[in-house]
């Protein structure tokens, strides 16, 4: 079944569109139906969906039986194990129930950490005979890599104290730190280093383009550690949609992630379900995230489908982001949060575009704890020179090609800021968000009577200088383009669809096409060189 896979709600009357790349959380109390809800998932994507549950075995035994690696991977999907005898689609996913599950989908408890290592045992066995074969023949192939191989990776970057050495038909452990502590064998290990390396295996062993459901996926790990992991799965498996249920706020808010609470459950299969962030202000589900959450706050603009959460959360991986909509909300909600430290205790920052604000603008909200872009819009950030460079770095272009591009993208922003229609654009549009500002902090003392009263407003109005602002903006631009300063044109260049326009056709796909990869890269955890090239230019917020 192909990817995106639309799945209606029983009851909730809520279409949730599980997508490749792409992590969906449902959040609950105990008691609002979410194992079952993971079994019903489950069993309406069929044989696409690869579910863990949350009452999971995980006794680790290196030295179990090898077999083939179809016998396996069939025990492992369907729970059905027969030597030689093997299932179709049709077969495993009536099988599924009964046999992987007991017939008790919910509660069952799942026992397949001996597949799971049959499993990876097999794989690496057969491509070390491909491999062996290959290089007797004078094949010079790139070799492939195990799914021991990339495990290992994984698992010591989640876990950079140890070490994991699995041999030909054993595992063993040993120190990263102390080369000289005696390895000893994978049996031993603690619940959460068993944990980190079950989920990292059952999520390599997924078929491609699978939905993979884990049912509680803190168990058994640290709080410290969950994030990272997380960020690694989901970045070894691109291809694939995660679903996740748990009853952790904290780690719900902490993941890039569309997020529902299940509100409600009525027996045999029926929710009553919200979606999360909910209204205008501090709703009752958002108040729960922030509360339930040990982290500090990075509140942004955007909402929860922009691109400014998948930037934010791959550069500020220690913060919660919440997105709040206007920057107003943004200002607001960082004044509110800190003026009720004592009652939330939870530290808190902001970040807004920088938006035609001036020097002194900029400083005033960096002491009130919210920090300014150095870009109009946070699009911008994409086609500054360092990071428009990363980003054709992903296609291993020659220089010539990349510098031929780049100055593309350059000669295409700077030719449309040339024209007089969008000189006048721009003007007009920081005019208007200088005008929403001044009006929105306009003040009375004590005026007499209506006649001073209207006097006084006309006079701070008076003051904004609407002719002052225009031509301060038509100079800025002019400056940059005669400079040549493409980081200049993009502090007050406001017009992030041309932007992200040029962007896509800099590195030869659509729009949508490119707004998608930036999403994907930033939380790749095998290439973060986009994540780091846009870290370095974004200020650095200090929550408190």
Not at 122 to 139: C, F, K, P, R, S
Not at 154 to 173: H, M, N, Q, S
Not at 503 to 522: D, H, I, N, P, Y
Request: proline fraction near 5%; include cysteine.
């Amino acid at each position: 079944m192909p990817l995106p896979f639309h799945f209606e709600i029983p009851g909730a009357g809520l279409s949730v569109s599980l997508e490749a790349g792409e992590t969906t959380i449902f959040v609950g109390a105990n008691g609002s139906g979410k194992t079952r809800l993971a079994a019903t998932l489950e069993q309406a994507a069929g044989t696409s969906a690869h579910r863990i549950g949350a009452h999971r075995a995980l006794t680790l035994d290196p030295g179990v039986p090898k077999i083939s690696q179809e016998d396996s991977r069939q025990a492992l999907r369907s729970g059905f194990i027969s030597k030689g005898q093997y299932l179709n689609e049709h077969q495993i996913a009536e099988v599924r129930l009964g046999q992987r599950w007991g017939s008790k989908s919910a509660t069952h408890l799942l026992n397949d950490f001996d597949p799971l290592l049959q499993w990876l045992f097999a794989d690496q066995n057969n491509i070390a005979l491909e491999t062996h074969y290959q290089v007797h023949d004078g094949v010079r192939d790139e070799p492939k890599f195990t799914a021991f191989q990339r495990l290992k990776t994984v698992w010591e970057r989640v876990l950079p104290a140890k070490r994991l050495f699995p041999r030909g038909d054993t595992i063993e452990v040993g120190s990263a730190e102390n080369p000289d502590i005696p390895l000893y064998s994978a049996a031993e290990m603690s619940d959460g280093e068993r944990a980190v390396f079950y989920m990292i295996a059952q999520v390599l062993f997924a078929d491609p383009n699978s939905i993979l459901i884990f049912d509680e996926p803190e168990l058994h790990v640290h709080r410290s550690i969950l994030g990272r992991l997380w960020d690694e799965l989901e970045g070894e498996r691109p291809d694939c949609a995660f679903v996740l249920i748990t009853h952790d706020l904290e780690f719900a808010a902490s993941r890039p992630a569309r997020t529902y609470v299940l509100e409600k459950f009525s027996s045999p299969a029926s929710w009553t379900v919200q979606a999360l962030p909910n209204g205008t202000g501090f709703s009752e589900q958002l108040t729960a995230m922030i509360l339930g959450s040990r982290r500090p706050i990075l509140f942004v603009e955007g909402d929860g489908n922009s691109i400014d959460l998948a930037i934010y959360r791959a550069c500020f991986p220690g913060l919660t982001v919440v997105a709040r909509g206007s920057c107003e909300r943004v200002i607001q909600s960082v004044k509110t949060m800190r003026a009720n430290r004592d009652l939330t205790r939870v530290t808190c920052a902001g970040m807004v575009d920088a938006d035609s604000r001036d020097a002194a603008d900029v400083t005033h909200l960096a002491s009130i704890g919210v920090y300014v872009l150095p870009v109009s819009e946070i699009e911008n950030l994409l086609a500054l020179p360092t990071v428009a460079s990363v980003i054709l770095d992903y296609d291993l272009h020659e220089k010539i090609e990349k510098d031929a591009r780049l100055a593309r993208l350059k000669g295409a922003l700077f030719a449309d800021a040339a024209r007089s229609e969008t000189q006048t654009t721009i003007a007009l549009d920081h005019c208007r968000r200088r005008i929403d500002r001044a009006l929105k902090i306009v003040t009375f003392a004590n005026e007499p009577d209506e006649a001073a009263l209207q006097a006084e407003l006309m006079r701070q109005v008076g003051a904004i200088g609407v002719a002052a602002i225009g031509v301060e903006v038509r100079k800025s631009i002019a400056d940059a383009i005669a400079s040549d300063d493409l980081p200049a044109l993009l502090r007050v260049y406001d017009r992030k669809g041309l932007v992200l326009a040029s962007l896509a056709a800099m590195k030869g796909v659509g729009k949508e096409a490119f707004v998608s990869w930036v999403a994907r890269a930033m939380k790749a955890a095998k290439r973060p060189e986009l994540r780091r090239a846009i870290a370095s230019v974004l200020p650095t917020p200090v929550a408190r």
